[in-house]
């Protein structure tokens, strides 16, 4: 079965340094990746995701994300964090039943990120 | 464009109580999808629904079920609730389905048993 592990509860980086989420994940073909961000008492907001192409993809608010294929992760990243960037961020994964053919989306536990002023 | 939107926001309910929750997608997506987010279990998978037609499925008991209708709204239900039903219900929409495009969140419904 396909599945994202995220092995931080939380990061905490100070404000104008820059921060990574991690994220690796385990699947069997090409994989669909997707970065999303909950803010308090909101639902989940896209990001960013990677289908194919480029191995750095940019998303939403300069956060950008890069695909490594030998090391299965698919880390977040930005060069100069914001207070405001503080939430919860979760990597997900499509994943495609073999038997049934049918989709579903895997998330990560996800990864609380604060940012320090 | 108006977001997904969902109703309630807050719900509270008993053991053994039926309820349902509403999602209204972005105008013009057709595919609206279910999660459960608890604390424990995290983000999960309930179903999609596509054209009023359940298109894929989680790993939920049958106590949990959805229908879509004409204008794509879409309806959960949870019969027989029990205490660990309690968790925020999400509802995500695409213009083709999870197969193929991003989905869109709406806010929840914070959903209490009792």
């Known amino acids: 079965a396909q599945s994202v592990a995220q092995p931080e509860d939380q990061v905490n980086v100070a404000e104008g340094n820059p921060l990574t989420v991690k994220c690796t994940y385990s699947?069997?073909?090409?994989?669909?990746l997707f970065w999303y961000v909950q803010y308090p008492n909101r639902g989940l907001q896209f990001l960013l995701k990677?289908?194919?192409?480029?191995?750095l993809v940019k998303g939403s608010y300069g956060f950008e994300a890069e695909f490594n294929k030998s090391q299965t992760s698919f880390h977040l990243k930005k060069p100069s964090a914001l207070v405001s960037d503080s939430a919860l961020y979760f990597c997900?994964?499509?994943?495609?039943?073999?038997?049934?053919?049918?989709?579903?989306?895997?998330f990560g536990t996800g990864t609380r990120l604060k940012v320090l002023a | 464009k108006a977001g997904v939107t969902q109703t309630p926001r807050y719900l509270i309910k008993t053991r053994g109580q039926q309820v349902t929750l509403s999602c209204s997608p972005i105008s013009g997506h057709r595919s609206v999808s279910w999660y459960q987010q608890t604390p424990g279990q995290g983000l999960q998978f309930l179903f999609e629904y596509f054209s009023e037609t359940q298109r894929n499925k989680g790993n939920f008991p049958g106590r949990f079920s959805g229908r879509q209708f004409s204008n794509s709204r879409s309806e959960m239900n949870v019969s027989t609730l029990e205490l660990g039903d309690s968790a925020l219900y999400l509802c995500?929409?695409?213009?083709?389905?999870?197969?193929?495009?991003?989905?869109?969140f709406g806010p929840g419904t914070r959903l209490l048993v009792l």
């Open positions: 997900a994964v499509r994943d495609v039943s073999r038997t049934s053919g049918t989709y579903k989306y895997i």
């Open positions: 990677y289908i194919t192409g480029d191995n």
């Open positions: 995500a929409s695409s213009t083709q389905g999870i197969s193929q495009e991003t989905q869109y």
């Open positions: 699947v069997s073909g090409n994989p669909y």
